[in-house]
């Protein structure tokens, strides 16, 4: 299975599912492709330790959305990608981008979907004052961060917590979740119905 990764920043989801990869953990998938929305991104790095090849598609390049989403499109029929990983890809793809691609684009997610959906995610969390946050694997659908929950980690919120160190112990979590999860579905082991998803 032909997977491609969409990174914006620093990309240490990339790394974990690179690793796992290397190690043989990803079940049926190769990671064919990267992209980056930006061109400064760290991990852009990773790319090339793993000997990867990675495209920048910078939005500035872009007239609009609808252009860079085509572009976005023509790549992945382009190299026959069968699922479309975001791991930090911090741009929203168009509606008729993620119709086209109903349920072979999945995205990683620091909290407890639905709670706390969007940006400025663990400085919500602590404010709100939850006892327990973690990450979700979902489907993209056309409502941001609302698509069918894969799979889930918890993660307890510590009295001391700040937005870094919650974050950085959910991290761990998601770097263990994403390629497990990339697992499953190049093994056919995903079954969705409707909103509910069954992993085997
Ligand atoms: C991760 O924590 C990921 O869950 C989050 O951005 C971080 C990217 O880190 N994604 C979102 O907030 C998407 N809404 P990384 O670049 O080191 O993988």
Partial sequence: MKIAVLISGRGSNLQAILKAENEKKLGNAEVFLIISSNPNAAGLEFAKNYNKYAVVLDPKDYANKTEYDKKLKSIMLENDIELIVLAGFMKVLSHSFVDYFKNKIINIHP?????????????????YGVKYSGC???FVNADVDGGPIIAQRVVEVLDGDSPDSLAARILIKEHILLPEVIKKISENKIIVNQRRVKVN
Wanted: without cysteine; negative net charge.
């Fill in 136 to 138: 979700t694997v979902h």
């Fill in 111 to 127: 909290s407890l979907l639905p709670a706390f959906p969007g940006l400025n995610i663990h400085e919500r969390v602590l404010e």
